[in-house]
C-alpha cells in the first residue's frame, strides 16, 4: 500500500496523489504550495506600491495588469490618473501660452516660463511624495483623482 509524500494520502501505484495532485517523483515544496500566481508577489506590497509611480504610467499599468493586491492596484490605478491629470494640464497651460503668443499680449508673455517651471516642479514634488507615501504602507488619496480611482478599482 503506498501513501502520498505530500499529505499522506493512499494513492495505490498511481503516480498523482488523487486528494493533493502531488507527483510521487518527488515531493512538492513547502513554499509552492501556498505561493500566488501573481508575477509580482515576490515583491513587498509598500515596493511594489513605490514601482507603480517609477515609470509614470507605464510601470502604473503593468503594475494594475498583473498585480492583485488592493494596495498596489490603488497605487497603480492612481499612478495613471495622476499622469493623465498632468498632461492634460500641461496642454491647457500650452494652449495658454500659445493664446497668449497669438493675441500678442506681451504684457502677460513674461509669466508663462515661470508658471511652466513652477508646475514643472509642484509636479515633480508630488510625484515624489506619493513615492515616499506608498514606500511608507501609507493609502494617501490625491484630491478627487483619489476617489474616482477607488471607485474605479473597486476598493
Known sequence: MAFCKACGQDIGDAAFCPKCGASQGA???A?????SDSPTAGIDENVAGLLC???HWLSGLIFLLLDKR???????AQAIAFNIVAAGLWVALAMFGWLIL????S??????FPIWGLFGVALFATWI???????QREKFKLPIVGDIVEKMIGQ
Not at 488592493?70 to 497603480?76: C, N
Not at 504684457?107 to 508663462?112: D, E
Open 107 to 112: 504684457f502677460l508673455g513674461f509669466l508663462i
Open 31 to 35: 513554499a509552492a504550495v501556498g505561493s
Open 70 to 76: 488592493p494596495f498596489v492596484r490603488f497605487h497603480a
Open 53 to 55: 509611480y517609477l515609470f
Open 27 to 29: 515531493v512538492a515544496p
Open 102 to 105: 497669438l493675441l500678442r499680449l
Open 129 to 135: 511624495f506619493l513615492m515616499y507615501k506608498a514606500y
